[in-house]
């Protein structure tokens, strides 16, 4: 939905809580915006019903309740103001996914006072996050699920913190721009072959440790090892968690070139190598990437993906630098 | 924008908003009428049933014929859709159907919104310190459904959103007090839409027998009078309320197409004047009460030739009025038109009322001897004060004089008023109040309707008009003490009852007499706060040159300021309170940088203390002591109060030397 020019220009007057030295930002008493919501026009109208009412009858104590009422409508924008005054919010993480997948952003909401707040929702532009009631000198972690539609880097947009507690009346709201970063990777094409075929080399210096043909032994379970290669039985009569080793007199390996596939958009080509990387993984074949300005040098296992789909993710992007 | 907690479910709201909009239609209970009682009952009986058992929950067809059918109840029970009783009806059975449907956060809004206006219909019916009271909290209650549905998890008791509304309502009792007093009242309705069904208790201007019987059945209250001096005794207490000139032989009134010349009356008072403020009641009349007799007629009021106090239109709303009076007094010459009135007789007099006079007249020298004689034919003959005299038909003064002889002030009255016309002395008339319970708490009299009296007032050549009452020649208990009607019982003959009753009796006596001092000041303060007040409190402060944009203005400064300081207050309230021991630590840390030893920012207590103590080894173990106790108050699993202690005091007390001393200096 293209924002209105006049939208785009008021957002550059936008107060926002800007990052500290740790990232974090905390909502100042000046960056807070406020507004009737409906409900609060409403009661305003129900107010003047009222005052009418008690002049036509003449009813004091009419006025005295009308009156108090519209005390509590004002007192009610410094409540509202207040139970977002001085709210901290950190980044903490986020996930990369694939193009398409939804970005969980997680965030930390921290109130570093002795008032409890309530009813607080993140929200980023039209998306709604979490909503969280936080008592006094406490935290809680908030997720806020942004849809991604191209690879890249997707930093959080400007993010909004609202409220409407505590009668409902006013809506407080604040922006906030974190330095939080999701890397996208490109959406895996839906099928394909690799279009080399898979390049054997012998290795004479045995290659433990690589092919998934023959038993060659065991080892110490590694973070990264896949599961499927760790020995249950030894594990389950309590030696703890050992890797089988697997051998094999040829490598299979997957060779990813660029220039091997067929001419076409380079977003299709970036996704039919995410979808081969992925590919190779799961088939257990050790591959390599070759793209314009970078190659990888052929491996495995999950940081040598992730390696790899940065790459990609990050391709274009990593090439201007370079220029 | 979309509100951020709409989402939020609500399912545990219903019940209290049933109960909560229960307590608020409680007080309509003697409002409305029974069959709209009924209904509001039922409906919110059929929804509390249907929060326990979700098959009853009503269709959208049966709600619109239940809100139908509300409507025509009103409608058939009022025979309009507006104005006090009807209004009021109304909104409470929209209320209602707006509860029977309440599930999503919108309708309890709207809900409480409703009950909002709701809570100010009550005050057209009545307007009482209690009933304020239970509103304020009716409304507190209703407000902290709105903080319930603005958060997202429901609340763990019941007290944490009634404080915090109750403390939201507290920080705008300001805002409310500076409006109440600032807001210019209009005396007059922007429209008329009747003034209400019921009636009103108070005096008539036409005395028929029986009239002033009937209002002694009733304690409402018809006003109360506080005396800036020592007030007069109960003897002298007449508030002279209306003053009746003609009659027909069977009631007595002014005929109003012969008003009186207003010519304002000169009145020599022999005793000092009585200054004292009333409070009225709204008596649907337009007369005002004054203790017997009025010097000058207060601001809302002229003062008419025989002494009464006249305002334009009925009263409507309690009104609150100086008043100046004498008991003492010489009242000048008649004019001829009102003697000529004030000897009109009617026509039933019979002939042994003109023999009874003539006998008087030919005994007595002159008229105030005539007067005592007639005194004293009340008083010699058997003459009996009753609340439930016989009933005289035909000529009701004739039967009461000679025959019956059983009445009240009224009989009396009339019948003492017509036997000295007929004697030549003028007379007339004069209706209001007599005497009045003293409240001891408040320093004033409540004067209630069963204290209504008629009396007589005849004019002397010597001494101008003269009250007399008949009745205290036969009762005089009556005009020293006060009659309480016997209330438990319909028809039950009137007591004369000094207050003697048990010790629990005259405890809750004491009681009922402080509550309504309470009610009292809210009277004078609250309800009867009116645009004379706001004038002269204006022109006491002086500012009374300012105009009313200018007060405009001044208000909202006013209330700028009273929501600043709350701002500034709740800010405050929020802030973070640093762990004491944290501050107390920094404190140690203070006194050693004034050595030069500062703390690095890099630095833990524990590094900290054995580079101060290798700069100062003659505080070691000082140092040692406290920042051991310090590193077990902050990072201890527990942190006991006795360790807390002695850290702060070891800290107090630790006060370092300047200079590095060695000891064997």
Redesign the interface.
Known sequence: MPALPVDQWLRRFRRRARPDRRGGVSVKPRSIYILPTKQGMLLAVVILLMLTGSINYGSNLGHLMTFLLGGIWLTAILHTWRNLLGLGLQPRQVASVFAGQTADFTLLMVNVSALDRFGITLKCKKISGDSVDIPANDQRLLHLLIPTHARGELPLPDISLHTSYPLGLFHAWTYARLDLRCLVYPKPAGSGEPPSAPVYTRSDTGDRGFGADDFVGLRNFRPGDSPRHIDWKAHARERGLLSKQFGGDRTEEVRLDWDLLPKSDQEKRLSLLCRFILQAEEREQSYGLRIPGQKIESGMGSVHRQRCLTTLARFGADNETIR | ?????E??ATPHLPLPLSLVTGLTLLPHGMNLAMPVNLYLVALLGWRIASLRLPRLQPGRWLLLSATLSGVFLVYTQYHTLIG?DAGAALLAVMLILKVMEAGK??DI??SV?IS??V???H??FD?SLLL?LY??LV?VCQ?AL??E?????PSPNLYQPLI??LL??L???????I??VV?P???H???N?GSGSSAMTGLSDRVTPGAISQLIESAEVAFRAEFKQSPPAAEQRYWRGLVLWDTDGYSWYTDPERPLADTSPKITHLGESLAYDIFLEPHNRPWLYSLDLPLKAPNQARLSGDFQLLMEKPL??PLRYAGLSTTDYRTPKLSPDMRQRALQLSGNLTQRQRDLVARWRASAMNDSRLVEKALDYFNANPFVYTLTPPIYNDNPIDEFLFEGREGFCEHYATGFTQLMRLAGIPARLVLGYQGGEYNQLGDYFIIRQYDAHAWSEVWLAERGWVRIDPTAAVAPERVRYSIRSDLGEEGSPALFRIDHGGVVGSLFHQFALAFDSANVQWRRW????SREHQFSLMRGLGFDFLSPAQWGLITIGM?ATS?LV??LR??W?????EAPIQAVYRRFCRRLSRLGIDRLPHEGPMDFATRASRRRPDLATQIKRITGLYIRLRYGPHSREADRRSFSSQVRLFRPPRRYRKRND
């Open positions: 924008m979309k509100q951020s907690v989402r939020i006090r956060r919108r809004y709207v919104f909002y206006f809570v100010i219909t005050f057209l307007q304020s509103l304020l409304m407000t709105l903080l549905i603005n958060r997202v998890k915090k509304t939201i309502t920080q705008s009792v300001p805002i409310a007090l409006l109440f807001f009242r209009i005396t309705p922007l429209w839409l409507t709303r609250v309800i009867g706060y209330i929501l709350v701002g709740i800010t309230q929020g802030k973070r309170r």
